[in-house]
Every structure is written in C-alpha cells, then in structure tokens.
C-alpha cells in the first residue's frame, strides 16, 4: 500500500472553519487521509489539532516549509490572500500556499472588499458538503458525503 494522501488545511484567527473542515474530513474520510493543520496563529492550530488533525505547526515558516507535503489543500479563500485574517496572513504565507503545488480547493467566503461573481453565497455546511465531494473525487473515492453537513 502506498502512501496516504495528504490534505492540509489553512485557517487563522479562532480556527472555527478549520475545525469545521478537519472534523467533516475526519467523518468521511476517517484514517485514510492524513491531515495537516495549518494556523496563522496557535489558537486556530489548536482549535484544529482538538478536530483530530495528524500534525499541526503554526505561522509563516511552518507553512513555507511544510505546504509542500501536501497533496490536497482545502482552505477558505483567505488563505491566498495576503494580510487577510486581519493580518495574521502574511504576503509570505500567501505566496507559499497559493505557489504549492498541490490541487487546492478553496471555500469562497466573503472578504472585505471582495466580491466572488459567478459563486452564489452559500452557508458553511453546503460549500463543506461540495468541497467535500471534490477531495473525495481527488482521492478517488466514491460514495457521496455521508456527513449532516
């Protein structure tokens, strides 16, 4: 068997999105995937590593050194923006995440001052339950989401 497919996941301020993602990959996914948990701060790494996350590191060196492990990137939009989070996204993080060369998958939530056109606003739960179904489909796995998201 080869190696288990890595998927990180990028959140900042309290990690409440992040601890949302790692817990409904955990649900659908259980141990076959290995979960990295990027924060821009300790508290959202924290809050993901208590979501049951492999691994967790924290700031803008963990990311630029560790991003590359991954294969998957499932992250709110923020993530690739700079100085987003109210700064707690450096220009640095930015660049890392958005350079990596893994398939990321970004939930379009909305920032300050920027507007999605083409994406209907969406809670939470149905743009996890959509991001959901395309990690699986990059995994290769079928079945569809099986959580209550």
């Known amino acids: 068997m080869g190696k288990k497919q890595t998927v990180a996941v990028i959140d900042g301020m309290g ?4 601890h949302q993602i790692v817990s409904q990959l955990r649900t659908e996914l259980a141990e076959t995937v290995e979960i990295l948990a990027f924060g821009t701060n300790s508290a959202a790494t924290a809050n993901m590593m ?6 967790g590191a924290t700031g ?3 990311i630029r050194v560790s991003i590359g492990q991954a294969d998957i ?7 690739v923006i ?8 450096t220009p640095g993080m930015a660049d890392a995440i958005a350079s990596s060369r893994a398939m990321k998958i970004l939930l379009p939530m909305g920032q300050f001052q920027i507007s999605f056109v083409g994406v209907s606003r969406q809670p939470l739960p149905h743009l996890m339950e959509e991001a959901l179904v395309q990690v ?3 995994l290769g796995i079928s079945g569809e989401v099986k959580s209550d998201v």
């Open 15 to 18: 990690g409440n999105i992040g």
């Open 73 to 79: 990137i499932l992250a709110p939009v923020a993530s």
């Open 82 to 89: 700079p100085n987003s989070y109210l700064g707690e996204l």
């Open 136 to 138: 699986k489909q990059l």
């Open 60 to 62: 803008e060196n963990a």
């Open 50 to 55: 208590r979501a049951r996350a492999n691994r």
